[in-house]
């Protein structure tokens, strides 16, 4: 299903530009969806891209994506996140995609920096599904340059063990290197879900920050949430 419509928005002393939009849904066959959304302004100059929000429509890269029980692939717009050691919130222009076969798992970036920066945004990891929980190996180089810069290169193991008693603890560790120096990052978790509550904590140590793709240089504290998860 197409769906196509058009916005746009009248101020006390301003007209933005009309804004052409379109999404798309359905299935390519009975177990893979598609899914993709565009918006193009007839006139960037004079764009709203704030007041279009309104009304759902979002100005930006468009993207395309395919998503199976076994795989799921993007082309446009795209990010992933990586673990808390190796990386988190890289989002670009590019190719996205994870697989899933017979207890192995890979998931693989390669994007460009969005918003006129200069860079690359490559990642790939491995898993593998173990009676004791999940053990992957991940690989990234990410560098932005551009009004905001960041890099980083990293390699890492991470963990998740099966349930526990409900709990399912994690760690990992990965060798970390970005502008200014290196280091060894880690990190330890356990999170706990149920139908009424939900706690996650989480203690971790990641040189470069917030500068190399990391939440905070050191993090140590917990979520809790008491509404039933859906």
Do not use: C
């Amino acid at each position: 299903e197409l769906t196509a419509g058009i916005a746009s928005s009248v101020g006390d002393s301003i007209v933005s530009s009309p804004v052409v939009a379109f999404d798309l849904s359905g299935n390519d066959s009975p177990t893979t969806t598609l899914t993709g959304r565009a918006a193009f302004a007839t006139d960037p100059n004079y764009a709203d891209s704030q007041a279009v929000v309104r009304v759902g429509v979002y100005l930006g890269q468009a993207y395309l994506s395919a998503t199976n029980p076994h795989w799921q692939g993007t082309v446009g717009g795209t990010g992933r996140q990586f673990s808390t050691t190796t990386g988190l919130n890289a989002y670009g222009v590019g190719v996205s995609g994870a697989a899933t076969s017979n207890g192995w798992s890979g998931t693989m970036l390669a994007a460009a920096p969005t918003a006129g920066a200069s860079g690359q945004l490559l990642g790939a990891e491995v898993g593998y599904q173990l009676k004791a929980g999940n053990v992957s190996a991940t690989a990234t180089d990410f560098e932005e340059r551009g009004i905001y810069d960041r890099a980083l290169q990293a390699t890492g193991l991470d963990f998740t063990s099966a349930p526990i008693l409900g709990t399912r603890l994690s760690g990992g560790f990965a060798w970390r290197q970005f502008d200014g120096g290196n280091g060894m990052g880690w990190s330890v978790g356990a999170n706990r879900s149920t139908k009424d509550d939900y706690v996650s904590i989480l203690a971790a140590h990641t040189p470069g920050g917030t500068q190399a793709y990391a939440q905070a240089t050191d993090q140590d504290g917990h979520l809790r949430g008491a509404e039933a998860q859906q």
